[in-house]
């Protein structure tokens, strides 16, 4: 670990050369300089193994998670179809397995995880299974049944985003019909958010509407009624 010379000093000469205080002439042991050296070197190795072996054990206990839910569904299916099987207390008691629920359910088992594997490869979150569009999407291809095609990337930002954008303008139209009838008041509400910039909102309310106009950051201002007034006119003429 050491240098191993030898030379005559006293002990703070030799702590000072051995613990890498350069003074009065003294230098740092080589030996001590390598080791720490190689000791830094050896640590950042064990870190990065430590990295990518907590990666790999991550991966391996999703997958393992992923394997037991499909073996667990296979398991239950088995036990439901086997000759002489008491079925499962989903089902009502007395209804027998029929050829079609037994030729289905495999189908059903692989479609869940075939949804399953794209929510986990597209990096999406969980609740998009539970979102209205999600389930209003299924349903309209389980209308389709197999002659659904699935829209290309073209489509989807092309006449299909053209569809989209219509029908949101289709709605916020019906809903500003009543305005024409009993107009609008203009209204605006203040906060200040976490950040400490003190926020202005501007909102048209109606008949069974609220629409968010603008939010204007107002650092440096005073908020007094002159500054709201100027501040819709500005933006509402």
């Known amino acids: 670990m050491f240098c191993l010379k030898s030379f005559n000093g006293t002990p703070d000469r030799i702590c000072c050369h051995v613990g890498g205080v350069t003074k009065c002439g003294i230098k740092v042991c080589p030996g001590v300089t390598k080791v720490a050296d190689e000791t830094d070197e050896d640590f950042k190795t064990r870190r990065e193994e430590f990295k990518n072996a907590r990666t790999l054990c991550k991966d391996f206990k999703r997958k393992q998670l992923e394997s037991s839910e499909a ?3 296979r ?10 099987a008491v079925p499962s207390a989903r089902r009502k008691r007395g209804r027998q397995t029929s050829i079609a629920d037994s030729l289905t359910q495999p189908k059903l088992i692989a479609a869940q995880e075939a949804v399953a594997q794209a929510v986990f490869e597209t990096d999406s979150s969980f609740n998009i299974l539970e979102h209205d ?18 829209p290309t990337c073209r489509q989807v930002g092309g006449d299909l985003l053209d569809k989209a954008h219509k029908k949101v303008q289709d709605d916020i139209n019906t809903q500003r019909q009543p305005v024409q009838k009993f107009g609008l008041t203009l209204v605006s509400d203040g906060a200040t958010y976490m950040s400490k910039r003190p926020i202005l909102n501007l909102l048209a309310v109606g008949a069974n509407l609220v629409e968010f106009i603008k939010a204007q950051n107002c650092e440096g201002k005073v908020k007094d009624k002159e500054f709201i007034a100027q501040f819709i ?5």
């Open 75 to 84: 398991a239950v299916l088995r036990a439901n179809t086997a000759p002489g």
């Open 133 to 150: 569009a999600w389930k209003e999407a299924f349903a309209r291809v389980a209308e389709c049944g197999p002659c659904f095609v699935s």
């Open 71 to 73: 073996e667990r569904a």
């Open 233 to 237: 006119i500005d933006d509402t003429g």
